[in-house]
């Protein structure tokens, strides 16, 4: 898989399917309902992830996100994510042009 060479100020989309939390059941003892939001992080380096942006989630569990590269972005890699429950479930790698 190639990387994809972004500049600080670009846009990035991420997409991903299944972001649900439990089953999806209905009725008295059905479980709290999944979310329709999640963080979005950028990690870079050593540096923990700084929250970008909110994905939405829809109905379905698929999530989408546009977010712009920091204009304090390094160059170098760096990696998109997007985690529900501690699972990292949407992730793309970029390289940082100098």
């Not at 670009?10 to 439990?22: A, N, R």
């Not at 870079?44 to 698929?62: N, R, Y």
Request: charged share 15%.
């Amino acid at each position: 898989m190639s990387q994809s060479t972004v500049s600080p100020g670009d846009e990035i989309t991420l997409t991903g399917s299944y972001f649900t939390v439990g089953c999806n059941d209905a009725g008295e003892d059905a479980p709290e309902p999944s979310p329709t939001t999640a963080p979005v992080l950028w990690v870079q380096g050593a540096t923990p992830g700084a929250t970008v942006a909110e994905a939405s989630i829809d109905e379905d569990g698929e999530l989408t996100s546009t977010i712009v590269v920091p204009a304090d972005a390094a160059a170098g890699d760096a990696t998109v994510s997007v985690s529900l429950d501690g699972a990292t479930t949407a992730e793309v790698s970029v390289s940082v042009a100098e």
